[in-house]
């Protein structure tokens, strides 16, 4: 059974920084591309970055320059570093499996999500 466990999110002041962790198990990491995505209130889901198992990587616009997700196939880990922080970065960030190894395609599975505030 797939499952995702996000942590480390906080509240932190704009400028700082914070690294989610998505701890993945019950299926092999490098079988699927691993999406970040956040969701904050009022506002539609955003993707955030993906990481396929080949080494293709994408960002958002957003957070480009300032976020840099990487993968530990061996540890089912996938982790998102966060530097610049904004308040508009404020949001519930989730980890999901994407449909397969493609970054295309949209999500599988996602996990419960953590919290980041960025606010003074």
């Known amino acids: 059974q797939v499952h995702l466990a996000e942590s480390g999110g906080d509240l932190v002041q704009p400028g700082g920084s914070l690294r989610l962790s998505c701890a993945a198990s019950g299926f092999t990491l490098d079988d699927y591309a691993i999406h970040w995505f956040r969701r904050a209130p009022g506002k539609e889901r955003e993707g955030v970055s993906c990481?396929?198992?080949?080494?293709?990587?994408h960002y958002a616009d957003s957070v480009k320059g300032r976020f840099t997700i990487s993968r530990d196939n061996a540890k089912s880990m996938v982790y998102l570093q966060m530097n610049s922080l904004k308040p508009e970065d404020t949001a519930v960030y989730y980890c999901?499996?994407?449909?397969?190894?493609?970054?295309?395609?949209?999500?599988?599975?996602w996990g419960r999500g953590t919290q980041v505030t960025v606010s003074s």
């Open positions: 999901a499996t994407g449909r397969g190894t493609s970054c295309l395609g949209g999500y599988g599975s």
């Open positions: 990481a396929g198992p080949f080494g293709d990587i």
